[in-house]
């Protein structure tokens, strides 16, 4: 899996630079999408640009998504600037769902969380740096991810990043295709309540 990850970062560069993936695990099949993406944008509907080219997203001075399903489970991958979905929304998702999200950005970040039962459960920040990781909740939920990052060459970022997702996929069920990110102009949702509450 982290192969997978690897090739998907060495064709899509510029995913390394900013990003962050959340994936939701709804625990009632009622749950749609657009339920999700509702959540996602703070209670609000979020702005659907369809057919919205990658080179204007980076113009969008709000989170931008694309937005992924597969069997039942939902990805959503902001990728302008590396917006972490914020605790909060994190919260509210987790009370009807199992959420799983890593995240960076340019200046660094490289965090893991999960959350369930409507609280974060679990959180590494700066996973990538073995003498800087910063630990949060419940050890078990990671136990597995630490060795598959500690097997790593300490300066292999890029298969690092490429354990996080693996990981995440691990739990979920959940994988990235590198050919969902080649549709030239992809729809992609456009968030502005991320900063309210």
Not at 12 to 23: F, K, S
Not at 29 to 55: A, S
Not at 161 to 187: C, K, N, Q, Y
Request: proline share 5%.
């Amino acid at each position: 899996m982290i192969d997978h990850y690897r090739d998907l970062f060495d064709w899509h560069q510029w995913l390394e630079h900013a990003l962050c993936w959340t994936v939701v695990q709804p625990l009632d099949d009622e749950i749609t999408v657009d339920d999700l993406l509702r959540r996602l944008n703070g209670g609000r509907e979020p702005q659907h640009i369809m057919e919205y080219p990658i080179e204007e997203a980076y113009t969008e001075e709000q989170p931008v998504l694309f937005a992924f399903e597969s069997e039942g489970t939902h990805g959503f991958l902001e990728f302008s600037c590396g917006y972490a979905t914020p605790d909060r929304i994190l919260v509210e998702l987790s009370k009807t769902s199992r959420v799983w999200m890593t995240t960076w950005h340019f200046n660094g970040g490289y965090t893991i969380l999960h959350a369930a039962d409507g609280e974060i459960k679990a959180r590494i920040s700066y996973f990538i740096f073995a003498e800087h990781r910063i630990q949060e909740g419940d050890p078990d939920i990671f136990a597995d991810f630490l060795p598959m990052l500690d097997n790593l060459d300490p300066d292999d970022g890029r298969g690092k990043r490429s354990a996080a997702f693996a990981f995440i996929e691990a739990s979920t069920g959940m994988r990235l295709e590198s050919e969902w990110l080649d549709v030239e102009e992809a729809p992609v949702i456009v968030l502005d309540n991320w900063s309210e509450g």
